[in-house]
């Protein structure tokens, strides 16, 4: 008799969410909490490296300035977090800075990605780091997706087994009721 009482609430909390969303703070809060969410902030983060570094790269072969690459890889970014450390990062290079410090002092990036970049930088091979950066955090990305749908086939077996399981012993609860009282018993 609730249902739709329970619809309209999740509806209106989808609704305030989305809208939440869409603002500066809520963007920057509700990306932050799904960066701490265990398995899936894991992926995220993963997914925001490769994308990052495979835009970087694919921006600075093609001849684009650094200062440019990074303005266009952070209005690509997809999270408000890795947004905001590219930001920095274009900040700290209008300085005069490295690429590198800003990334250790965001603590988005893995450490492995933040040498690969400072050897890339000194090197002058930053296109190419940032290829083989991003190559490897999509097989991650790639690996992980797949270990976690192996592991969440059984769980839904196992889901679906309790719902069949339950609307069986639903059905002929009545019937065995129904069975008892005419025996008599």
Wanted: hydrophobic share 50%; no cysteine; glycine share 8%.
């Amino acid at each position: 008799s609730y249902i739709i009482f329970l619809v309209a609430a999740a509806g209106l909390a989808a609704f305030g969410l989305r809208s939440y969303y869409k603002t500066d703070q809520g963007r920057h809060t509700i990306d932050g909490l799904l960066l701490r969410v265990p398995i899936l902030g894991d992926i995220l983060r993963k997914v925001g490296v490769a994308r990052f570094t495979r835009t970087l790269a694919t921006l600075l072969t093609s001849g684009v300035a650094i200062l440019e690459a990074l303005e266009i890889t952070a209005n690509t970014a997809g999270n408000a977090i890795l947004e905001q450390t590219i930001r920095k990062i274009r900040r700290n290079i209008e300085e005069g800075k490295t690429i590198a410090d800003p990334m250790k002092d965001s603590k988005f990036f893995p450490s492995m990605v933040i040498q690969m970049v400072s050897v890339g930088e000194s090197t002058g091979e930053l296109d190419n780091m940032l290829v083989k950066v991003a190559d490897y955090y999509e097989d991650e990305v790639d690996t992980v997706v797949a270990n976690l749908l192996t592991i969440l086939e059984p769980v839904m077996l196992v889901f679906l087994g309790v719902i069949v399981g339950g609307i069986v012993i639903s059905m002929y609860m009545p019937l065995f009721k129904l069975i008892r009282v005419l025996s008599g018993g």
